[in-house]
């Protein structure tokens, strides 16, 4: 059984910075395809933030490109989504997901990812 818990969210003036953590127990972060972050604001679809291969390789939004940066930390089996120069447009419910079985979804996908965290609210306001 994979358990996946988020933490690190909050409320932030635009502009500041927060960083995500995922904490995954049952298996390593080093083990999986890839680990992905999503975010959902009310009433709009779940969309790709960022990911992490197991080789190391990262991919990112074009909307957060230049100032979300991923990293993992393999000894404490945690990923991080360090999350500078906020927007409001930021603002949603963060969440960590990880792919351990191949399939055709690009990793843009949420079908791609066969486990999920609860999320972290994340607010960007003045």
């Known amino acids: 059984q994979v358990q996946l818990v988020e933490s690190g969210g909050g409320l932030v003036q635009p502009g500041g910075s927060l960083r995500l953590s995922c904490v995954a127990s049952?298996?390593?972060?080093?083990?999986?395809?890839?680990v992905g972050w999503f975010r959902q604001a009310p009433g709009k679809e779940r969309e790709f933030v960022s990911g992490?291969?197991?080789?190391?390789?990262?991919f990112y939004a074009d909307s957060v490109k230049g100032r979300f940066t991923i990293s993992r930390d393999n000894a404490k089996n945690t990923v991080y989504l360090q999350m500078n120069s906020l927007k409001p447009e930021d603002t949603a419910v963060y969440y960590c997901?990880?792919?351990?079985?191949?399939?055709?979804?690009?990793?843009?996908?949420?079908?791609?990812?066969?486990?999920w965290g609860q999320g972290t609210q994340v607010t960007v306001s003045s």
């Open positions: 049952g298996r390593t972060f080093s083990s999986y395809v890839m």
């Open positions: 997901a990880v792919r351990w079985y191949i399939n055709n979804a690009p990793m843009t996908s949420t079908k791609a990812y066969d486990y």
């Open positions: 992490i291969r197991r080789d190391d390789s990262t």
